[in-house]
């Protein structure tokens, strides 16, 4: 066990050297970090929301948002399956409590409507990794000899949440990814809830604005008719009123038939430019082959008519179509700033929400107090060094100090592993380091009371240092394992600090069964070969 083989030796102290390697940078300053080699690594450990300050955000999915655009969906595929695939004439209407009334005028096609609208009500998966069974997503019911009733069952309602929550984390991920706030943390919390915390950031507007603009990119033609600002007007049948995003009072009737109207969906990029005719700050964009032919056949239609770019229900320009547009690309203006139209441009690439979010919570961390945490939390990690270190020493002598020296590179290794992957660290994580200390050692404990216990069994040197690191391995094993199991649920269940504090801990887990063991085992082994000793100091 104690003989030396250099492939092994050379594995386990290649390791460690890694894990400082990668630590390295965390000992260095900006301007010093700058001069390592980028095959290197040269990137510091990411500090969490409450050790470098920044902004906390708690968003919900506007339920009742949700809920309108969902039945306007639902009219859409009503009359897209009743009457432009089969031609029943039908009416809608719909009911306080959020049902669609659906009255089929043709006697004759009554059933054929039933069967149709029935193909509505899809199936879905309930229960988790659904193993609750399957329910219809709408819930389709006869009301007399021609009217039918059609309403989101519950299941399908908080299935359309999960997925709009899932959906909008993924969008919110892409908008501060482009923004560069690649720290950022975005997570849900309950069935409707999101997290998003950007350390770093001080003024949380910016934030707020990036993450909570719908992005629903339109392009509709204007209605013939326009307000004149007169009481009493009515919005024409077919169109709606829509204000203007920049002037205060200013309304355009926007027609809302899908003949007139092309979806920013299908937009491919876009871009923030300057106007060359005028100098203004506007923001190109460019669609994807479809959008491009729905464009270009709706400007070829409606030259010398004007028509409304619509972001989020708000007009940001009304321009006349010169020209028919047939390239798939365009660009918008609606006196933006320069600021405006980066903003406005990440948006629109990243794509739109899939429902509106409002704000629940709103925090802000200043440094100040990320610095406090930091130098506490580094001021307790060293005293329980210190106090781990000594402890160690006194109680094994010699043994204490092979123990200390694989305690240094645990700590070496862990922090190299968390920067390597990095991974967040938080004041909960930096009590999972101090944790970590303290722990370390159990198993050198074990292996060395394994060896006291054998020699007072009256072993020899060898014979006592090969049992107790033998028999002491499957102990340390068993009991690193289940704290282990514990770090992983703690992820899984957990959020936010709860989740640092588990991803410290397992790491620190790992890293300590490596170091405790294995390394303590080299170093014994170098101090076996070198002094061959005849009594064991421990």
């Known amino acids: 066990m104690f003989r030396l083989q250099l492939w092994k030796t050379l594995t386990i102290l290649g390791i460690v050297l890694l894990g400082f390697l990668f630590a390295l940078p965390n000992a260095l300053n900006k301007q010093q970090r700058a001069y390592i080699p980028s095959f290197l690594p040269n990137k510091p450990i990411v500090l969490g929301l409450d050790l470098q300050g920044g902004s906390h ?3 919900e999915v506007d339920k009742k948002a949700l809920t309108k655009t969902l039945l306007t969906q639902l009219r859409g595929d009503i009359r897209q399956g009743l009457w432009r695939e089969n031609k029943i004439k039908h009416t809608i209407s719909i009911r306080k409590d959020g049902s669609l009334v659906v009255t089929i005028t043709d006697p004759a096609k009554v059933d054929k409507a039933y069967t149709v609208l029935k193909k509505l009500a899809r199936p879905i998966q309930t229960g988790l990794f659904g ?11 006869r009301d007399g000899e021609n009217r039918f009733v059609l ?5 399908g309602l908080e299935a ?6 899932k959906q909008a984390i993924e969008v919110i991920r892409r908008r501060l990814d482009e923004l560069g706030m690649t720290e950022a943390t975005i997570q849900q919390q309950g069935p409707e809830r999101i997290i998003v915390q950007a350390p770093g950031m001080k003024d949380p507007a910016m934030l707020k604005k990036a993450v909570g603009q719908t992005a629903r990119l339109t392009f509709q033609l204007l209605c013939e008719a326009q307000p004149t600002g007169q009481k009493g007007e009515r919005v024409p ?11 205060p009072g200013r309304h355009y009737w926007v027609q809302t038939s899908r003949r007139a109207t092309v979806e920013g969906a ?7 430019a300057f106007d060359s005719r005028t100098g203004e700050p506007i ?8 959008g491009a032919l729905l464009f270009g056949k709706l400007t070829q239609k409606n030259v010398g008519r004007p028509f409304a770019i619509v972001l989020d229900g708000k007009v940001v320009s009304a321009p006349v179509i010169q020209t028919p547009i047939l390239g798939g690309s365009g660009q918008i203006s609606g006196r933006f700033t320069v600021e405006e139209t980066k903003l406005l441009a990440i948006i629109l690439r990243s794509g739109a929400l899939p429902a509106r979010l409002t704000i629940v919570e709103e925090r802000s961390v200043g440094p100040s107090l990320g610095s406090d945490s930091i130098r506490a939390g580094v001021t307790a990690s060293i005293i329980g060094l210190i106090a781990v270190l000594l402890f160690m020493i006194f109680t094994y002598g010699l043994f204490g100090v092979f123990a200390d020296l694989a305690l240094l590179a645990n700590l070496g290794m862990l922090v190299g592993v968390l920067t390597a992957f990095q991974a967040t660290l938080t004041l909960p994580g930096i009590a999972g380091i101090v944790l970590t200390l303290g722990m370390a050692v159990d198993s050198n404990v074990l292996v060395f009371e394994r060896i006291r216990e054998e020699l007072r069994n009256g072993r020899s040197v060898l014979n006592a240092l090969e049992t107790g690191f033998s028999r002491a391995f499957g102990t340390i094993l068993d009991a690193n394992i289940t704290t282990l199991i514990a770090a992983v649920v703690l992820y899984g269940l957990g959020s936010g600090p ?3 504090f588990a991803v410290t801990l397992g790491v620190g887990i790992i890293t300590t069964v490596f170091t405790a063991y294995t390394l303590t085992r080299l170093i014994v082994a170098f101090w076996v070969t070198r002094t061959r000793p005849k009594s064991i100091p421990i």
């Open 131 to 141: 193993t609750g069974g399957t329910a219809r997503e709408i819930e389709v019911a």
């Open 151 to 155: 309403r989101y069952s519950g299941a």
């Open 498 to 500: 709860v989740r640092g």
């Open 266 to 272: 299908d937009l491919v990029d876009a871009q923030p």
């Open 160 to 165: 359309r949440i999960r997925r709009a929550v």
């Open 283 to 290: 923001v190109t964009f460019r669609f994807n082959q479809k």
């Open 237 to 247: 049948a077919g169109c709606a009123d829509m204000p203007d995003a920049k002037t």
């Open 57 to 59: 955000l708690l968003w």
